[in-house]
């Protein structure tokens, strides 16, 4: 079977082409999609840590002068 499709690509390599294109194609949309959802994910976290943290009445608060590196 190999050896028909090289046969069919030797004469014809357009079909070879669009497939190529398209595997690009559908890897680049995956990447996208990838790097969408991990930027979603990161900020679905940080504003669940933002609305999450505790209030901290302003009189417990360290002053700034006592502050501990």
């Known amino acids: 079977m190999s050896t028909l499709l090289w046969s069919l690509a030797r004469e014809n390599p357009w079909p070879g082409l669009a497939l ?3 595997n690009l194609v559908v890897a680049l949309t995956l990447v ?4 969408l959802l991990g930027v ?3 900020l679905l ?3 669940h ?3 999450d943290r505790e209030a901290v ?3 417990r ?3 700034w002068w ?4």
């Open 66 to 69: 006592r502050a501990t590196p």
């Open 32 to 35: 996208g999609l990838s790097l």
């Open 40 to 42: 979603t994910i990161s």
């Open 57 to 59: 009445p302003i009189k």
């Open 49 to 51: 840590a933002f609305v």
């Open 61 to 63: 608060q360290a002053p």
């Open 45 to 47: 976290a940080w504003l």
């Open 20 to 22: 190529a294109s398209l």
